[in-house]
T-cell receptor, first 111, second 113 residues
Framework: DQQVKQNSPSLSVQEGRISILNCDYTNSMFDYFLWYKKYPAEGPTFLISISSIKDKNEDGRFTVFLNKSAKHLSLHIVPSQPGDSAVYFCAASSNDYKLSFGAGTTVTVRA | DGGITQSPKYLFRKEGQNVTLSCEQNLNHDAMYWYRQDPGQGLRLIYYSQIVNDFQKGDIAEGYSVSREKKESFPLTVTSAQKNPTAFYLC????????????FGSGTRLTVV
């Protein structure tokens, strides 16, 4: 039973525009949320995170929004760049520090 | 440079054989993890270890075994009991209690031939 869901397997966006990636979760015990970026044949790398006590966290072009009541978070990338083309995983954890991952969204940034 | 190293990058296994995937880290991290990636299913936790000589099953541990004899090393054995072992395997490490500090290796692609 997947506790973290990314319902959009792919997203295509024009360079310079905004990319919005969505993630839903079912476990109300999750209190920390992360986004990872992954290129083919490489391991994921940490991108940005947010604690459940916040509703927004921003780091440069990347912003994560958390809506606890809806059990929903989103990642905004503005502006999108060609190097952003990758698979993005949403992940969540509770106090046991194990990460549960979504299925990933493949982002393609078109020139 | 500190990091986490997985070897080999590609591995081929005949049906019925056991194979061992290596994972070594020099980050002085206490916790280590093994994940499996399949298309459309994201990363699923196989085993994890918070300290040396101790490890716990994750969500899909059947057909796998691990050991944690040294802090730096967390090898994963894919046994013949694993019915569908073809996948991309990722090892990660972190400081205990720091989920945001996961560092991943570059992965091993295992294919059954």
């Amino acid at each position: 039973d997947q506790q973290v869901k990314q319902n959009s397997p792919s997203l295509s966006v024009q360079e310079g525009r905004i990319s919005i990636l969505n993630c839903d979760y079912t476990n109300s015990m999750f209190d920390y949320f992360l986004w990872y970026k992954k290129y083919p044949a490489e391991g994921p790398t940490f991108l940005i995170s947010i604690s459940s006590i916040k509703d927004k966290n921003e780091d440069g072009r990347f912003t994560v929004f958390l809506n606890k009541s809806a059990k929903h978070l989103s990642l905004h990338i503005v502006p999108s760049q060609p190097g952003d083309s990758a698979v993005y995983f949403c992940a969540a954890s509770s106090n046991d520090y194990k990460l549960s991952f979504g299925a990933g969204t493949t982002v393609t940034v078109r020139a | 440079d500190g990091g986490i190293t997985q070897s080999p990058k590609y591995l081929f296994r005949k049906e019925g054989q056991n194979v061992t995937l290596s994972c070594e880290q020099n980050l002085n991290h206490d916790a280590m993890y093994w994940y499996r990636q399949d298309p459309g299913q994201g990363l699923r936790l196989i085993y994890y270890s918070q300290i040396v000589n101790d490890f716990q099953k994750g969500d899909i541990a059947e057909g796998y075994s691990v050991s944690r004899e040294k802090k730096e090393s967390f090898p994963l054995t894919v046994t013949s009991a694993q019915k569908n072992p073809t996948a991309f395997y990722l090892c990660a490490s972190s400081r205990s209690g720091q989920t945001y500090g996961y560092t991943f290796g570059s992965g091993t692609r295992l294919t059954v031939v």
